[in-house]
């Protein structure tokens, strides 16, 4: 008698791979990783390389440990001084509160405050990671890693502490202050010195305090956690005020960042001789 037999069942076709991201699943399918036509990575290109640029120079003033002072002018990398092996600085902020510090530039006290600062401010954040870690490298093109942790694990939880790096970089501001009020002073201490350094360093420390004063927790500090903006009418315009410099933080830190270059780069060409400070009186 003959029996009927069913057909092997057809094999069960692999799990596609999965999709993250623009390609995640409830997106449109396009095959493209995006659709602009514009020279979308020239952006990201020009800020790591500005990036990298300043990285090299201040990296190598930092283990320079030299001509960081022509008097009556300092250095903003090298001030304050806080190691004994500085050299004589009669008008400069010079602190030797620790040591020889086995010998290394003095440079390596002060710029962790200011570095830090930098390194997590929230635009700085969005710098580097589009221009080195492409991620994104530009909007609507997508990063190419797999998995996104944002700032929830070491070490870019770090990025929190960005509040504590403004604290510090306010001392460091007031005491780039105190360098500009001692530059205008000659070499015998007399007050009426006015040369071009004089300027350069004026110039470098309004654009550090207006880009101190545009970071978004400075804006948080000064208005944030109110319920009433009426009931606090003072800080209701120092917020307004903030807010105004926050809208061009981007603009204020990178010509701070390129100030506080030049502000050193013209104090090494001074001390070492390249040539003489012009002065207006």
């Known amino acids: 008698m003959a029996t009927d037999t069913q057909p092997p069942a057809p094999p069960t076709p692999p799990a596609p791979p999965a999709r993250h991201g623009v390609l995640s699943a409830g997106r449109a399918a ?97 710098a580097y990671y589009r221009g080195f870690w492409a991620s994104p490298p530009a909007c609507a093109v997508a990063e190419p890693h797999e998995k996104y942790t944002g700032e929830t694990r070491f070490p870019l939880i770090l990025q929190n502490i960005h509040r504590y790096f403004f604290y510090f970089a306010i001392p460091v501001a007031l005491i780039l202050t105190y360098d500009v009020v001692l530059a205008f002073r000659d070499e015998q201490g007399a007050w009426g010195h006015m040369g071009l350094g004089t300027l350069v360093l004026l110039v470098n420390i309004a654009l550090i305090w207006a880009y101190t004063a545009s970071c978004h927790s400075c804006r948080h500090i000064v208005g944030g956690r109110l319920r009433h903006f009426s009931k606090h009418p003072v800080r209701y315009r120092m917020w307004t005020w903030v807010g105004k410099l926050n809208s061009r933080h981007m603009l204020l830190a990178w010509l701070s960042l390129v100030s506080v270059a030049l502000a050193d780069l013209y104090v090494y060409l001074v001390a070492s001789g390249a040539f003489d400070d012009p002065r207006f009186f």
Not at 59 to 67: E, G, S
Request: with cysteine.
């Open 30 to 126: 396009i095959a493209a990783r995006h659709l602009r036509t514009d020279r979308w990575w020239l952006q990201p290109l020009l800020t790591a390389l500005g990036l990298s640029a300043f990285v090299v120079y201040s990296t190598w003033r930092a283990f320079a440990n030299a001509y960081y002072y022509a008097e009556p002018y300092v250095s903003p990398f090298y001030s304050p001084c806080l190691g004994s092996n500085c050299v004589d600085m009669p008008l400069g902020a010079r602190w030797p509160l620790f040591g020889e510090w086995w010998g290394l530039s003095p440079a390596l006290l002060v710029l962790i405050f200011p570095l830090g600062f930098r390194l997590t401010c929230y635009y700085y954040r969005k």
